[in-house]
Nanobody
Framework: QVQLAESGGGLVQAGGSLRLSCAAS????????MGWYRQAPGKKRELVAS???????TYAESVQGRFTISGDSAKNTVDLQMNSLKPEDTAVYSC?????????????WGLGTQVTVSS
Protein backbone atom coordinates (compact mmCIF):
# COMPACT_ATOMS: atom_id res chain seq x y z
CA GLN A 1 0.00 0.00 0.00
CA VAL A 2 0.95 3.62 -0.35
CA GLN A 3 2.73 5.00 2.67
CA LEU A 4 4.08 8.46 3.34
CA ALA A 5 6.79 8.61 5.97
CA GLU A 6 7.33 12.05 7.44
CA SER A 7 10.22 13.18 9.56
CA GLY A 8 12.03 16.28 10.73
CA GLY A 9 9.48 17.86 13.02
CA GLY A 10 10.34 19.01 16.47
CA LEU A 11 10.73 21.92 18.83
CA VAL A 12 12.70 24.96 17.79
CA GLN A 13 13.07 28.52 18.96
CA ALA A 14 11.74 31.40 16.92
CA GLY A 15 14.19 32.25 14.19
CA GLY A 16 15.44 28.71 13.96
CA SER A 17 15.19 26.19 11.16
CA LEU A 18 13.82 22.73 10.54
CA ARG A 19 13.81 20.50 7.51
CA LEU A 20 10.83 18.24 6.97
CA SER A 21 11.13 15.19 4.77
CA CYS A 22 8.51 12.96 3.24
CA ALA A 23 9.25 9.67 1.55
CA ALA A 24 6.47 7.99 -0.36
CA SER A 25 6.55 4.26 -0.88
CA UNK A 26 4.32 1.85 -2.71
CA UNK A 27 3.88 4.33 -5.53
CA UNK A 28 2.70 2.57 -8.67
CA UNK A 29 1.23 5.57 -10.41
CA UNK A 30 2.25 8.89 -11.85
CA UNK A 31 2.36 11.79 -9.42
CA UNK A 32 1.08 15.18 -10.40
CA UNK A 33 2.26 17.01 -7.31
CA MET A 34 3.46 16.65 -3.76
CA GLY A 35 3.15 19.15 -1.00
CA TRP A 36 2.96 20.08 2.63
CA TYR A 37 -0.11 21.21 4.52
CA ARG A 38 -0.43 22.28 8.11
CA GLN A 39 -3.15 22.58 10.68
CA ALA A 40 -2.86 24.46 13.93
CA PRO A 41 -5.29 23.95 16.83
CA GLY A 42 -8.51 25.78 16.13
CA LYS A 43 -7.45 26.57 12.59
CA LYS A 44 -8.34 25.15 9.21
CA ARG A 45 -5.85 23.06 7.32
CA GLU A 46 -3.93 25.15 4.86
CA LEU A 47 -1.51 24.60 2.04
CA VAL A 48 2.03 25.51 3.01
CA ALA A 49 3.85 24.63 -0.19
CA SER A 50 3.53 22.32 -3.15
CA UNK A 51 5.65 21.25 -6.05
CA UNK A 52 4.43 19.80 -9.31
CA UNK A 53 6.06 17.00 -11.22
CA UNK A 54 7.40 19.66 -13.55
CA UNK A 55 8.97 21.59 -10.69
CA UNK A 56 6.45 24.39 -10.38
CA UNK A 57 6.20 25.55 -6.78
CA THR A 58 3.48 27.26 -4.82
CA TYR A 59 3.78 28.82 -1.37
CA ALA A 60 1.42 30.24 1.14
CA GLU A 61 1.93 33.96 1.46
CA SER A 62 2.74 33.55 5.14
CA VAL A 63 5.79 31.40 4.40
CA GLN A 64 6.97 33.04 1.19
CA GLY A 65 10.66 33.75 1.38
CA ARG A 66 11.16 31.61 4.48
CA PHE A 67 10.28 28.09 3.34
CA THR A 68 11.57 26.18 0.34
CA ILE A 69 10.03 23.03 -1.06
CA SER A 70 12.00 20.56 -3.12
CA GLY A 71 11.36 17.13 -4.53
CA ASP A 72 13.12 14.17 -6.02
CA SER A 73 10.90 12.41 -8.51
CA ALA A 74 13.26 9.46 -8.75
CA LYS A 75 12.97 8.81 -5.03
CA ASN A 76 9.39 10.01 -4.58
CA THR A 77 10.42 12.35 -1.82
CA VAL A 78 9.59 15.92 -0.96
CA ASP A 79 11.34 18.15 1.55
CA LEU A 80 10.41 21.41 3.16
CA GLN A 81 13.20 23.62 4.40
CA MET A 82 11.78 25.92 7.02
CA ASN A 83 13.83 28.95 7.99
CA SER A 84 13.15 31.96 10.19
CA LEU A 85 10.45 30.04 11.98
CA LYS A 86 7.81 31.94 13.89
CA PRO A 87 5.52 30.83 16.71
CA GLU A 88 2.59 31.06 14.31
CA ASP A 89 4.21 28.31 12.25
CA THR A 90 3.40 25.89 15.05
CA ALA A 91 1.17 23.17 13.62
CA VAL A 92 0.96 19.59 12.52
CA TYR A 93 2.51 19.37 9.10
CA SER A 94 1.29 16.69 6.71
CA CYS A 95 2.72 15.45 3.47
CA UNK A 96 0.38 15.13 0.52
CA UNK A 97 0.64 13.23 -2.75
CA UNK A 98 -1.64 13.95 -5.68
CA UNK A 99 -1.76 11.16 -8.27
CA UNK A 100 -2.35 12.00 -11.90
CA UNK A 101 -5.55 9.95 -11.68
CA UNK A 102 -6.64 11.49 -8.39
CA UNK A 103 -10.17 11.79 -9.71
CA UNK A 104 -10.44 8.03 -9.42
CA UNK A 105 -7.72 7.23 -6.90
CA UNK A 106 -8.02 10.14 -4.56
CA UNK A 107 -5.09 11.73 -2.77
CA UNK A 108 -2.73 10.42 -0.12
CA TRP A 109 -1.72 11.89 3.22
CA GLY A 110 0.95 11.22 5.74
CA LEU A 111 0.15 10.97 9.42
CA GLY A 112 1.69 14.34 10.13
CA THR A 113 4.63 15.61 12.12
CA GLN A 114 4.47 18.21 14.86
CA VAL A 115 6.36 21.45 14.49
CA THR A 116 6.49 23.65 17.56
CA VAL A 117 8.14 27.06 17.53
CA SER A 118 8.71 28.70 20.87
CA SER A 119 8.92 32.43 21.35
Amino acid sequence: QVQLAESGGGLVQAGGSLRLSCAASGITFMITAMGWYRQAPGKKRELVASISNGGMTTYAESVQGRFTISGDSAKNTVDLQMNSLKPEDTAVYSCNVVPSDSGNRGVYWGLGTQVTVSS
